[in-house]
DNA sequence: GCTTGACTTCAACCATGGTTGAAGTTCTAA
DNA sequence: TTAGAACTTCAACCATGGTTGAAGTCAAGC
């Protein structure tokens, strides 16, 4: 019973995510071996915390429970994983940052329509400066969207 | 009846995606107005070919399909819908770039193990060059993970 | 001793984003 | 004209990642 254990509620405060959650993840294999005290309680020590903080930054880059599940794993069978994890690690990055420059290349088609927004509000700010009162229908120039 | 115009499986294969997904596209309101041919088959124009590209700029960006669709509709609304397209798109865009950071983050923590096993299996290579045929226990530096 | 709060289990339920299969229709080319 | 490919509809099914609710246990404070 160190002094850095934490109950479920208090590891869930912790963390920001709700107990229900932290109860699935064991169930899931997430956290192995996770203690219970006399009382059946799930005691959530300094090791499994720092592993909340792995899933947490697996889970961030899309990492499927399932894949996080066999990493866990591996790190429970020992050292001589650390090829198999080294392995998933490096692609599992290469995978993020592939994903990082999809999301930029559809950032810039979603900049583009920001874009075009923003002259057409603009368009309209200028005709009702130029002419008070009036409701105009404005510049035919739109395409798909 | 425009030369541009598709059949689903011409749009499928032009986009990379079954044809079951369009068909769960139309249904869940992504393609307004949606024309048929004489027979009855779905006819992907111009118009729905540039929507569907919006569509994967969306999706790549995690806009789940409801706000999707939310934004389809406003896009069949008419131009008067024009700022709460913007405002949609500004917040969306926001969220992405707070994802990356996110994900960015995510990747420095991910960084350090690959750091940590990569030093580990050099030093298992250093061994057995030292002492060649000993397989040997490793400097205890495990902390979870 | 009795309520309160925090915990337990387990199964059922939920949303999201499709995928699949059965059964039927229609176009195309030999 | 007939086989096959390509299309149609619709409902059922699937995986993922939880969330919720019912029913029960347990320790602490009044």
């Known amino acids: 019973m160190h002094n850095t254990d934490r109950s479920i509620g208090e590891a869930a405060a912790h963390l920001g995510l ?3 959650t932290l109860r699935y993840y064991e169930k899931k294999g997430l956290l192995p071996h996770l203690p219970r005290d006399e009382g059946g309680r799930r005691v959530f ?6 592993l909340l903080q792995v899933i947490s930054n697996l889970k961030r880059t899309h990492m499927p429970l399932g894949s ?10 020992g050292e001589h994983t650390t090829p198999l994890r080294l392995d998933m690690m490096l692609r599992h990055r290469q995978n993020v940052l592939d994903e990082i420059t999809a999301m930029h290349e559809a950032l810039d088609g979603i900049q583009i329509k920001i874009n075009r927004y923003e002259d057409r509000v603009r368009g309209w700010q200028q005709l009702s ?3 008070p009162d009036q409701a105009a229908e404005s510049s035919r120039t739109d395409s798909a969207s």
């Not at 020590?45 to 720092?50: A, D, G, K, P």
Request: aromatic share 14%; proline share 5%.
């Open 45 to 50: 020590t300094e090791f499994h915390m720092t």
């Open 18 to 20: 709700p107990e229900s």
């Open 129 to 131: 400066s130029d002419k």
């Open 68 to 77: 996080i599940r066999q990493y866990v794993e591996w790190v429970v069978e």
